[in-house]
Nanobody
Framework: QVQLVESGGGLVQAGGSLRLSCTASGHTFSRSFMGWFRQAPGKAREFVTAISRSGGTTDYADSVKGRFTVSRDSAKNTVYLQMNSLKPEDTSVYYC???????????????????WGQGTQVTVSS
């Protein structure tokens, strides 16, 4: 059983930065790829980024490439999302997610994930 707890959301002005954290309980963290998704009111869940089990492979949605960075720390069982140059269109609830144990590099689809955090609100004002 895996439990994911997110933190770090808040209100920032356009151009600012935030760092989200997602800490996993359970001792299979290093054996699962991790992802971040976001969902704004009235919109579908959207892939943001993913990172492989070792951290050696990352992928990003085109909308956040060059601005967001995902990383993971196995000693802390934590995955991070560093968000720079934030735009109003980044305003969403952000969710971290964990994939199956010992599965492939990562998934861009929400269907590829077994466990989800509670979500944290990110609001970017203009």
């Amino acid at each position: 059983q895996v439990q994911l707890v997110e933190s770090g959301g808040g209100l920032v002005q356009a151009g600012g930065s935030l760092r989200l954290s997602c800490t996993a309980s359970g001792h299979t963290f290093s054996r699962s790829f991790m992802g971040w998704f976001r969902q704004a009111p009235g919109k579908a869940r959207e892939f943001v980024t993913a990172i492989s089990r070792s951290g050696g492979t990352t992928d990003y949605a085109d909308s956040v490439k060059g601005r967001f960075t995902v990383s993971r720390d196995s000693a802390k069982n934590t995955v991070y999302l560093q968000m720079n140059s934030l735009k109003p269109e980044d305003t969403s609830v952000y969710y971290c997610a964990a994939g199956p144990v010992d599965s492939g590099d990562y998934s861009r689809s929400w269907l590829g994930y077994d466990y989800w955090g509670q979500g944290t609100q990110v609001t970017v004002s203009s």
